[in-house]
Nanobody, 125 residues
């Protein structure tokens, strides 16, 4: 089992930046592949980014590629999502997710077993 807690959300103007953090507790953090998802009101949860166990591999949704960067610090049991050039359409609740299976980079929400509570990101125009 792993427990996940996101932080760092808030209100930002279009073009601004935010860094989300996801702190993990429980089993060995480095054994989990991690993902970021977001859900806007009235929409389904969508994939944003994924990162491998060591952090050497990353994957991004086309909508955020070049603007968002995910990283992890296994010594701190934390994964990050650096968001730049934010747009109003990035407004959503952002979730981190963890999976302990032998592959990483899953883009479907049901591929992840553990989820945080989410943090709200609002981008004003």
């Amino acid at each position: 089992q792993v427990q996940l807690v996101e932080s760092g959300g808030g209100l930002v103007q279009a073009g601004g930046s935010l860094r989300l953090s996801c702190a993990a507790s429980g089993r060995t953090f480095s054994s989990y592949a991690m993902g970021w998802f977001r859900q806007a009101p009235g929409k389904e949860r969508e994939f944003v980014a994924a990162i491998s166990w060591s952090g050497g591999g990353t994957k991004y949704a086309d909508s955020v590629k070049g603007r968002f960067t995910t990283s992890r610090d296994n010594a701190k049991n934390t994964v990050y999502l650096q968001m730049t050039s934010l747009k109003p359409e990035d407004t959503a609740v952002y979730y981190c997710a963890a999976e302990a299976r032998g592959t990483w980079g899953h883009v479907e929400a049901d591929e992840y077993s553990y989820w945080g509570q989410g943090t709200q990101v609002t981008v004003s125009s």
